[in-house]
């Protein structure tokens, strides 16, 4: 008997779960950007191969992310619906970071293993980077402030 409602239960679970995050990020066209979004998109990603494009739901404001490939490595812009650059990251290498960052990065790390750095722009200057690492076969990502401190999870 509790086998008999249990699959309509968990299917029913399944799609609520699916519905709600898609809710929050759906891949887009980029011919169905706003206007003044396609604009910036245009812009931003001038010299670049476009990977994707998603609309996001954040806090209730509408955001849309444009992913690109810029000289080899990866950048997203996310642009609100009035066409401003709210944030953007960019796949960095650890040899271009401010010292500081730099050794923390290394300290945080430990014996693990860097899999990939971004710095984060907003209003046209970096706040902060983020690693991702793995260690000891854990994921882990850590930010860290512009002069190398590291900044809380909550943070994240």
């Known amino acids: 008997m509790i086998r008999k409602f249990l699959f309509p239960f968990v299917l029913c679970l399944s799609l ?46 509408t955001f849309y992310e444009i992913s690109m490939i810029v000289r080899g490595h990866g ?24 010292s ?18 971004e710095s984060i722009t907003k209003n046209n200057a970096i706040v902060a980077y983020e690693a991702l690492i793995r260690s000891q076969r854990k994921l882990k990502e850590i930010k860290i402030d512009p002069d190398g401190k590291l900044m809380p999870e909550d943070d994240h």
Not at 75 to 98: C, F, M, Q, R, Y
């Open 100 to 117: 500081a960052v730099k050794a923390e990065i290394k300290k945080q790390t430990g014996r693990g293993r860097i899999l990939k750095i």
């Open 75 to 98: 950048k997203d812009v996310l642009i609100d619906s009035e066409g401003n650059v709210a944030e953007v990251e960019e796949v960095v290498t650890l040899d271009s970071l401010p």
């Open 16 to 61: 609520f779960i699916t519905a709600s995050s898609q809710e929050q990020e759906q891949r887009i066209r980029m011919r169905d950007l706003p206007p003044a979004v396609h604009k910036t998109a245009v812009e931003q990603s001038r010299g670049a191969r476009i990977s994707g494009v998603s609309k996001e739901i954040e806090d209730g404001k």
